[in-house]
């Protein structure tokens, strides 16, 4: 379980925290119930989303479960330096969609002494590092892993199957489009269906 960072008055400064894993995971969950918590503590909270993301709502980030909660949608991540300044808590779902500057800007808004807190997928369909994540995830204080269940065995899921042969890496879609696997019925899938 995750615990937030105590707040030292006299040295503050903002932290980096990434929530990642694949599709039906909860990670959206996760970082929705950590952003309500610090509104709650009526700390100032922004939340974001990359503009392409339009599958539930276009002004909120809603999880698989339609837990919601309202934010901005934004078409580059050097907004964010703009959007987020003096903000206490920063939340972005969906990171993996963002251009690879959002590592920089994530960094900045925490020196800045932000709390930032990301969520996003951690691997492609092909289980290949997705995007700007491995960087986020190697510059925050804290990673939470999350972990689907698999479809196919019950054990712990990680991997996002893309169920269609449609190519593009950007594919936004749910349950239709994707499963939850574990290593071995991933590795299972992708031998019997030739490469992802």
Known sequence: MFLENPVNQHQHTGWMEVICGSMFSGKTEELIRRLKRAQFAKQKVEIFKPKV????????V????QNTIRCTPVENSSNLLILGDGVDVIGLDEA???????????????????RVIIAGLDMDFKGKPFGPMPGLMATAEYVTKVHAVCVKTGNLAHYSHRK???????????????????????????KNHGPA
């Open 96 to 114: 993996q969609f963002f251009d690879e500057g959002i590592i920089e800007v994530c960094n900045e808004l925490a020196n800045r002494g932000s």
């Open 62 to 65: 809603v999880s698989h479960d």
């Open 53 to 60: 993301d339009t599958r539930y709502a276009e002004e909120d």
């Open 164 to 190: 269609t042969l449609d190519e593009k890496v950007l594919l936004l879609g749910e349950k239709n489009e994707y499963e939850p696997l574990s290593r071995a019925a991933f590795n299972k899938e992708t």
